[in-house]
């Protein structure tokens, strides 16, 4: 990459991070993106989430996708040293809110797109998505991106996710999601408890059950993980009445193979033993779900549940990427990723196989003073065009 690309694909990162898309509000982003495709060559609208959908077509051959999400975390200005949304560079680091996760990559991958517009080499279909929504729903935009570029014919055969990876090739991740236990009990003056039901009381005994669940443990992803991250009882504010309800949620860290049917088995049968020991004992649950609001105004209710996937590593795809990236001078391994993202519809729903590639850390994400580094740009950038050169060509 010459000196005037680079400064290219620094000023494009830097646009990137000093437009603000905080989950929901990635229309402006949107629209940027959107154009800087269409003038590449690509047909590219943005859909009613919000998501960009972009296709170079080069006749016959296979789909590949390119994805990056377009939303982030919000950001305290109070906090930071660097403003978030000044895209300040100090050392050879750009700074600012998404430049790690994922603005940086997506920068990169879009200059790659419009570097791969401008060969006539390719063959097959290069696809790009600019997905919203991912940091509440991951998967559930690229989702519905998907469904529509199958219902006109253009089922991707290949996914890129270009989340952080330290320029090293991830081939899974666990999965997850949440579980609210719900437990009922029985109001009282805490003057006199024996009238009543302490719900939380009957909680630590659902806890505690919880606790010797059996945890499966998968040769590459590691091993499954069910945790309590909160307890909520009622009344609010509390003042002498025994509480007469209790909530107790878990974070889930799903493999292969789980899906909503085995997870929610699992506490059915905790509750239902409890039951049984206790008659005193009423629960229910269900697993935690969000509301997205559309570009229209209409709104869906999302449950939180996308699932953990995985290719092997002789899998072509992974393979031909290694192979290209070392081509390039890369050198890297191939490991999984320790958080979500959207390959959980590729791979874990879709079926579609699916390989994560991108600059900076997993670490660096959601942080303050979030940066990534120049370098790392120009060679996730040179990735993705190797990457796409070899299963095009």
Known sequence: MNSSEQAELIELAQAFICIPSVTGTEERIASFVNHYLTSA????????????????????????LFDAHIDTVD?????????????????????????????????????????LAREGSLTGNLVITATSWEEHFEGYTLGKAIE??????????????????ELNIKRGQRGRTRIHVDIKGKAAHSAHPESGINAVYKAVKLIERIREMPRRTDDFLGKGIIELIGIDSLPKPVDSVIPYAARVSYDLRLLPGESKDSVLAQFDQVVRQL???DAEFQASFHIASGELTTRS?????????????KIEQDHPLVQKALAALRAIGLRPEIIRYEFCTNGSYSAGIARIPTIGFGPGA????????????IVELERACAGYIAIAESLLR
């Open 41 to 64: 060559g690509f047909e590219s609208f943005v859909n009613d989430y919000n998501t960009v959908v972009a296709v170079l077509r080069r006749g016959q051959g296979p789909a590949l």
């Open 75 to 115: 950001a305290d200005p109070r906090e930071w040293r660097h403003p978030p949304y000044a895209a300040e560079i100090v050392g050879g680091e750009i700074y600012g809110r998404g430049a790690s996760d994922m603005k940086g990559a997506l920068a990169a991958m879009m200059y790659a797109a419009r570097a």
């Open 148 to 165: 529509h570029l199958a219902a006109i014919g253009l089922r991707p055969d290949y996914v890129v996710i270009g989340e952080a990876s």
């Open 275 to 277: 039951a049984q020991e």
């Open 297 to 309: 105004g209409r709104s869906e209710i999302v449950e939180a549940f996308p699932p953990a996937w």
């Open 362 to 373: 997993e670490s660096g994400a959601h942080i303050i003073d979030e940066h990534i580094s």
